[in-house]
Structure formats: structure tokens, C-alpha cells
């Protein structure tokens, strides 16, 4: 890529940010809502190690990423080229990533080593895993987990039904620390549709808050309904087609 399509890029995705930070404010302004309440986590799975440069110098220090030999390639390729990205070791030093894929077993070493919260805790028997290895390692691990209220087959998560005994092993575990949920919805081109789990999820958020200290964070929308996701109280926005498109 040129130099000249380069900067363009580079200018691309940072306009598109302060778009998407312009949007949130606004709508948060409008809910009545104090914008640093939001965090917005920009999805970077798929794209390239350019465009996380950007935003690492635009100060952006956390994205999501959903496999650990990405995160790996990327890395390496933004130590590769510190000068050509304008990088230094000390700004990646401080970067982080959260964990949004699907949990495998013989994967979870290296999501526990790599990724500072993971956001898709989505059974009893992963959140044992995860403590065990937590414990190998000598670390104690943030995680979120995950909802899936309309009970989707295509999507792994809790259910109401299942929620309760998930929550109740959480207090039995001494080397996991759990900030909160993530909502995955179906898609639907009427996001209305979804409302009632944003409802839910929120309502599910609002009860847990109370019974545990940890809890601080509420994972709700994505590019195409992250608006609707913070009138019902999202505190973290998980965006990326409308930043790297």
C-alpha cells in the first residue's frame, strides 16, 4: 500500500471513530446518561495490523479479538514494524485484549495467558476449566458471561434457565473474578426484535450487582444496534464493522 493510501486508511478508520464516539455521546446525552459510564471496544478480528496501529496511536489500548494465533500473527507484525506504525514497545506493552470467541478446551492455556477479560464464559463447565488453569498459572482471571436469552442454536450462552446455576458455582471459585455479562442476540434487519433481551439482560445486570462486588460491566451491542443496546444500559459497546468499514 502507498504512503498516500496509507495516511487515507489510517484517516478512514480514525474518522470513523470519532463518528461512532460522536454517536454515543449523543444518544447517551439524549437517555440522559453520563458518557463516561461507556466504553467502546473496538473489534479488530479481521483486520489488519495497520489499522490497530491507528487506533493504539489514536490511544486506544483494548480491542477484541476471537482467536489466540491472530493475536499472535498481529503482534508480531506490530513489533516488526514499530517505525513504519509510529509504534513503540512501551505502547504495546500496554495494550490488552479481550477474548470474544468461542472457548475450546485445549485452547484455554493460552486464552487465560493472552487475554486480560473473556467475554464468552458460557457454561459451568468452561468456568471450571478456566479456574483450574487460572490456578496453574497463578493469576485471577476476569471473565463475563455469556447470554443467550433467545436460546439460539447457532449461539453458545445461558439462558434464564441455565443462569442460576452457573452463578452459583461462581461463588465456589477462588482464582476467577466475574465483572459481568455478554449479550449475543440473533440477527434480525428489525432490531426491535431483540429489544426485549437488551430488557432482560439489563434486568439480569441490575439483580447480580447487588449479590456480586465484582460485577461492573454490562456487554451489549454491536455495529448495527449498539444504539438500542445503550438505552437499555450497555456500559460496553463491542463495535467493529462501524470502525473499520
Same mark, same amino acid.
Given at each position: 500500500?502507498?504512503? @498516500?493510501?496509507? +495516511?487515507?486508511?489510517?484517516? =478512514?478508520?480514525? #474518522?470513523n471513530?470519532?463518528?461512532?464516539?460522536?454517536?454515543?455521546?449523543?444518544?447517551l446525552?439524549?437517555?440522559?446518561?453520563?458518557?463516561?459510564?461507556?466504553?467502546?471496544? !473496538?473489534? =479488530?478480528? $479481521?483486520?489488519? =495490523?495497520g489499522?490497530?496501529?491507528?487506533?493504539?496511536?489514536?490511544?486506544?489500548?483494548?480491542?477484541?479479538?476471537s482467536?489466540?494465533q491472530?493475536?499472535?500473527?498481529?503482534l508480531?507484525?506490530?513489533?516488526?514494524n *514499530?517505525?513504519?506504525?509510529?509504534?513503540?514497545?512501551?505502547? *504495546?506493552?500496554?495494550?490488552? &485484549?479481550?477474548?470474544?470467541?468461542?472457548? %475450546?478446551?485445549?485452547?484455554?492455556?493460552?486464552?487465560? @495467558?493472552?487475554?486480560?477479560?473473556?467475554?464468552?464464559? #458460557?457454561?459451568?463447565? /468452561?468456568?471450571?476449566?478456566?479456574?483450574?488453569?487460572?490456578?496453574?498459572e497463578?493469576?485471577? %482471571?476476569?471473565?463475563l *458471561? %455469556?447470554?443467550?436469552?433467545?436460546?439460539?442454536?447457532s449461539?453458545? $450462552?445461558?439462558?434464564? @434457565?441455565?443462569?442460576? @446455576?452457573?452463578?452459583?458455582?461462581?461463588y465456589?471459585?477462588?482464582?476467577?473474578?466475574?465483572?459481568? &455479562?455478554?449479550?449475543?442476540? !440473533?440477527?434480525?434487519?428489525?432490531?426491535?426484535?431483540?429489544e426485549?433481551? &437488551?430488557?432482560?439482560?439489563?434486568?439480569?445486570?441490575?439483580?447480580?450487582?447487588?449479590?456480586?462486588?465484582?460485577?461492573?460491566?454490562?456487554?451489549? $451491542?454491536?455495529?448495527?444496534? /449498539? +444504539?438500542?443496546?445503550?438505552? /437499555?444500559?450497555?456500559?460496553?459497546?463491542?463495535? $467493529?464493522?462501524?470502525? &473499520?468499514?
Amino acid at each position: 500500500m502507498s504512503n @498516500d493510501n496509507m +495516511k487515507s486508511r489510517e484517516q =478512514s478508520v480514525i #474518522d470513523n471513530y470519532k463518528r461512532v464516539l460522536s454517536d454515543v455521546a449523543n444518544e447517551l446525552i439524549s437517555l440522559g446518561i453520563n458518557n463516561e459510564t461507556v466504553s467502546i471496544l !473496538p473489534i =479488530s478480528k $479481521g483486520v489488519t =495490523s495497520g489499522d490497530i496501529a491507528t487506533l493504539i496511536n489514536y490511544g486506544i489500548k483494548v480491542f477484541g479479538e476471537s482467536r489466540v494465533q491472530e493475536i499472535d500473527q498481529k503482534l508480531s507484525e506490530l513489533n516488526s514494524n *514499530l517505525a513504519e506504525l509510529n509504534l513503540t514497545e512501551d505502547s *504495546l506493552r500496554d495494550i490488552q &485484549f479481550h477474548f470474544i470467541g468461542r472457548l %475450546q478446551s485445549n485452547k484455554l492455556k493460552k486464552i487465560v @495467558d493472552r487475554f486480560s477479560l473473556i467475554h464468552s464464559v #458460557d457454561s459451568k463447565r /468452561y468456568l471450571l476449566e478456566i479456574d483450574k488453569v487460572s490456578s496453574i498459572e497463578g493469576i485471577n %482471571q476476569d471473565i463475563l *458471561l %455469556q447470554l443467550n436469552l433467545a436460546k439460539e442454536g447457532s449461539k453458545a $450462552g445461558l439462558s434464564e @434457565d441455565t443462569l442460576d @446455576d452457573v452463578l452459583e458455582e461462581v461463588y465456589r471459585l477462588n482464582n476467577i473474578t466475574l465483572k459481568g &455479562f455478554m449479550l449475543v442476540t !440473533p440477527y434480525e434487519e428489525d432490531i426491535y426484535k431483540n429489544e426485549i433481551y &437488551f430488557k432482560t439482560s439489563k434486568e439480569i445486570y441490575d439483580k447480580n450487582i447487588h449479590i456480586f462486588k465484582s460485577i461492573d460491566t454490562l456487554s451489549m $451491542g454491536m455495529s448495527n444496534d /449498539y +444504539k438500542l443496546a445503550l438505552r /437499555y444500559g450497555s456500559n460496553l459497546l463491542r463495535l $467493529g464493522t462501524v470502525i &473499520f468499514s
